[in-house]
């Protein structure tokens, strides 16, 4: 395992926890790699979020 991240959510006595698991460092590269070139897309010289970076905003 090189990457082993867990969220924990936790209300009324319960807990939700996904667990994210990556096998190999090439899944975590191409990650890193599409995050690069959306920053270098883009000529505003602001610091931008991972939520825009995947499109979640």
């Not at 209300?11 to 990556?22: F, Q, V």
């Amino acid at each position: 395992m090189v990457g082993d991240h867990t969220v924990m959510f936790a209300k009324n006595m319960e807990i939700l926890e996904p667990t994210h698991r990556s096998i190999s460092h090439e899944s975590l590269a191409e990650g890193c790699i599409q995050s690069i070139k959306w920053v270098a897309a883009r000529k505003d010289g602001e610091v931008h979020s991972m939520s825009e970076v995947l499109g979640l905003c």
